[in-house]
């Protein structure tokens, strides 16, 4: 893909690596220390279940509860801590990284992707996908009706005449209402990462629809307003509109050439006719 600026990191295969290597090396311990939690590890024999049939003991025996609250706390451990911080004769209550933030800090940083710093909003994030508000189905279903939208009334291989953004921004607007927020905002992000008719100023225009001004849209949507904020964010866009005007105008050259070469073909076949019948 040409994009100039970083993969936002919920849609990198290495930020799922990493975080798959949190979980494994510092979440599961932290859930394991529940007396709770080590009884249902004892009730089936779980290293030969895949992940459907994990989900299924899961519900049946009535675990998802026990499992979803020492999930969450396993999580907390790494919220930043309140502590008090003097200046002068005056107290304040502060936020501040312990170690476990830190550490989840460092294990999750790469250069292969974009990542925000993370605080609370990035925590509550990433608890919140043992209990996902889409389906797989779902999101297949909108997906491909966003493809469908953006060959119609964006790719100009699908339609040669002006395009059309409307339609398009009206479906992202619809993901909105069946999925939460933070879904819909990485969806839209993934049509940015997939559709190259689809620019970072289309996504800055889709903001706007989310709040009357920036303070607003960065409470409602504050995932893609991060993302649009980064420092590289600005050249992307100016490259993305470069890249764009380019192969618009080798599009208008390739289909003037061919209906010329049609055009040709065309006088030629009747001129062999003409000719045929003397």
Aim: hydrophobic residues 40%.
């Amino acid at each position: 893909m040409f994009r100039r600026i970083q993969t936002p990191f919920l849609l990198s295969t290495s930020f799922g690596a990493a975080l798959d290597r949190v979980i494994e090396e510092k979440i599961v311990p932290i859930m394991l220390e529940s007396r709770t939690i080590r009884h249902i590890g004892t009730l089936y024999r779980w290293a030969e279940t895949d992940s459907a049939s994990f989900w299924e003991l899961a519900k049946k025996g009535d675990h998802l509860k026990a499992i979803t609250k020492e999930w969450h706390a396993a999580w907390d451990r790494f919220r930043p801590q309140r502590v008090k911080q003097k200046r002068g004769l005056e107290e304040k209550t502060v936020l501040r990284a312990g170690p476990e933030l830190r550490w989840l800090r460092e294990a999750l940083a790469s250069d292969k992707f974009a990542l925000p710093e993370i605080r609370s909003r990035e925590i509550d994030l990433l608890s919140s996908f043992i209990e996902p508000d889409a389906t797989r189905e779902s999101l297949e279903w909108a997906w491909t009706r966003l493809r469908q939208l953006y060959e119609q009334e964006l790719d100009r291989r699908f339609y040669q005449d002006k395009a059309r953004a409307g339609a398009l921004r009206d479906s992202l607007l619809e993901c909105f209402l069946p999925f939460t927020p933070r879904t819909a905002e990485f969806l839209s992000l993934l049509c940015y990462r997939n559709f190259p008719y689809l620019t970072l100023s289309f996504l800055e225009a889709f903001t706007h629809n989310h709040g009357s001004n920036e303070e607003a849209r960065r409470k409602a949507i504050p995932f893609l307003m991060w993302y649009l904020s980064l420092p590289e964010a600005a050249q992307a866009l100016e490259q993305d509109e470069r890249w764009i005007q380019e192969t618009t105008a080798r599009d208008e050259t390739r289909l003037r050439e061919e209906a010329e070469r049609e055009e040709r073909q065309r006088l030629e076949e009747m001129n062999a006719v003409v000719w045929s019948s003397r």
